[in-house]
């Protein structure tokens, strides 16, 4: 399941926004941080490969 950069970039104003409205537990927040900055690893993996296949067109 691969989401857009513009996608990610909603949810992860979402899960901030969520943060400040909400008084949620560091360790609620922590693992949707961890989820956000692997997902986030993912998405930078995929841009290289992109970019790589576009320098060989």
Do not use: C, H, P, W
Request: charged share 30%; proline share 0%.
């Amino acid at each position: 399941m691969s989401k857009t950069v513009s996608d990610m970039l909603k949810l992860s104003e979402e899960v901030r926004s969520k943060g400040k409205s909400q008084s949620r537990t560091k360790s609620v927040m922590n693992t949707k941080n961890e989820a956000f900055y692997f997902t986030s690893l993912e998405i930078s993996e995929d841009v290289k490969k992109l970019s790589a296949i576009s320098t060989n067109l």
